[in-house]
């Protein structure tokens, strides 16, 4: 059986996926699926860079706002949401553009990865949460770290409530997520994914969009949209607070930080995060990169991007 064609923007944050990826749904006739771990949270939207209503250009945009900053939201739940609206988007005669930075959910959404299921120990999950209490985080994500250590490399430490999961799964199945996750890698992708992946040949350029984005967040409101978050009852410990910009935010309203601490925390949180994510992304052999310090504006990258999806047939 012929496997639905779709398209995935990649790359590190502020390297320009979100503007690449509305003007190919202009060009092509596409709607943009969100794939970043963060944007799907409502009121979460300076920090997160999310598109504006102006920046979408009237493209279809999903899997944006579609949960409240208190929920737990995991990677199995965005597979399922965002492979109902991609059949949707595909059986409408439309071209399916995945864009985002979270390297995890965009593989998982393209393989149709299927996660463990288990009803958990309760017992155990308590006793992880005790010792988070008593020794901190990087405690725990030790622990992981010597079951599981890519898994560990994936999870932020501060991002307790997945790593505890993790180690809840390793302990009720006897088999770490990565043991499960490589198991389901042996089937047949869902969907035939042309990837095109934007990247910068000299790192510093990236540090300098970075640092002015950062720079840009600030003066739109960031402050003033953790504090409504906050006000709002959310939890300062919830995965959705522990994002980058967020937590940093936190720490400056608890006095523990000055603004200006703040924003540079943000800064070098972002570059680390950028590395990261080009760590995760180098390891898929099907990305077709463009250096995006190499082309000379929107229409380059464009026509480039086009010419990589022609040669393979969408």
Same mark, same amino acid.
């Given at each position: =059986?012929?496997?639905?064609?779709?398209?995935?923007?990649?790359?590190?944050?502020?390297?320009?996926?979100?503007?690449?990826?509305?003007?190919?749904?202009?060009?092509?006739?596409?709607?943009?699926?969100?794939?970043?771990?963060?944007?799907? +949270?409502?009121?979460?939207?300076?920090?997160?860079?999310?598109?504006?209503?102006?920046?979408?250009?009237?493209?279809?945009?999903?899997?944006?706002?579609?949960?409240?900053?208190?929920?737990?939201?995991?990677?199995?739940?965005?597979?399922?949401?965002?492979?109902?609206?991609?059949?949707?988007?595909?059986?409408?005669?439309?071209?399916?553009?995945?864009?985002?930075?979270?390297?995890? +959910?965009?593989?998982?959404?393209?393989?149709?990865?299927?996660?463990?299921?288990?009803?958990?120990?309760?017992?155990?999950?308590?006793?992880?949460?005790?010792?988070?209490?008593?020794?901190?985080?990087?405690?725990?994500?030790?622990?992981?770290?010597?079951?599981?250590?890519?898994?560990?490399?994936?999870?932020?430490?501060?991002?307790? *409530?997945?790593?505890?999961?993790?180690?809840?799964?390793? *302990?009720?199945?006897?088999?770490?997520?990565?043991?499960?996750?490589?198991?389901?890698?042996?089937?047949?992708?869902?969907?035939?994914?042309? +990837?095109?992946?934007? =990247?910068?040949?000299?790192?510093?350029?990236? +540090?300098?969009?970075?640092?002015?984005?950062?720079?840009?967040?600030?003066?739109?409101?960031?402050?003033?949209?953790?504090?409504?978050?906050?006000?709002?009852?959310?939890?300062?410990?919830?995965?959705?607070?522990?994002?980058?910009?967020?937590?940093?935010?936190?720490?400056?309203?608890?006095?523990?930080?000055?603004?200006?601490?703040?924003?540079?925390?943000?800064?070098?949180?972002?570059?680390?995060?950028?590395?990261?994510? =080009?760590?995760?992304?180098?390891?898929?052999?099907?990305?077709?990169?463009?250096?995006?310090? *190499?082309?000379?504006?929107?229409?380059?990258?464009?026509?480039?991007?086009?010419?990589?999806?022609?040669?393979?047939?969408?």
């Amino acid at each position: =059986m012929t496997k639905k064609k779709i398209v995935c923007i990649v790359g590190p944050t502020a390297s320009g996926k979100t503007a690449l990826s509305i003007a190919l749904a202009k060009k092509l006739d596409g709607e943009v699926v969100s794939c970043d771990s963060m944007q799907i +949270y409502k009121g979460m939207d300076i920090g997160t860079a999310k598109p504006t209503a102006s920046e979408m250009q009237g493209i279809a945009h999903h899997m944006l706002s579609i949960v409240d900053p208190s929920e737990n939201y995991s990677v199995a739940r965005y597979v399922d949401d965002a492979t109902a609206i991609v059949e949707d988007i595909l059986s409408r005669g439309k071209l399916p553009i995945i864009t985002g930075g979270t390297g995890l +959910y965009v593989d998982s959404l393209v393989n149709g990865t299927e996660f463990a299921q288990f009803s958990g120990d309760t017992k155990y999950r308590e006793e992880l949460f005790a010792l988070y209490e008593e020794k901190g985080a990087a405690y725990i994500h030790g622990l992981l770290c010597t079951v599981d250590p890519e898994r560990a490399e994936q999870i932020h430490e501060n991002n307790v *409530k997945r790593v505890i999961r993790a180690l809840e799964i390793y *302990k009720a199945t006897g088999k770490t997520i990565t043991e499960h996750d490589n198991a389901t890698k042996l089937k047949e992708a869902r969907f035939d994914a042309t +990837y095109i992946g934007l =990247m910068f040949e000299d790192r510093e350029k990236l +540090y300098e969009r970075i640092n002015l984005r950062v720079d840009m967040m600030l003066k739109d409101g960031l402050c003033e949209e953790v504090k409504r978050l906050l006000d709002a009852g959310t939890d300062p410990k919830s995965t959705s607070m522990q994002a980058i910009g967020y937590k940093e935010m936190i720490s400056y309203f608890n006095g523990e930080s000055t603004l200006g601490d703040a924003a540079e925390s943000i800064k070098q949180a972002s570059r680390r995060y950028a590395k990261r994510q =080009m760590t995760w992304f180098k390891r898929n052999k099907n990305i077709n990169w463009i250096a995006v310090d *190499k082309s000379e504006n929107i229409s380059d990258l464009l026509q480039t991007s086009i010419n990589f999806i022609s040669s393979e047939s969408i």
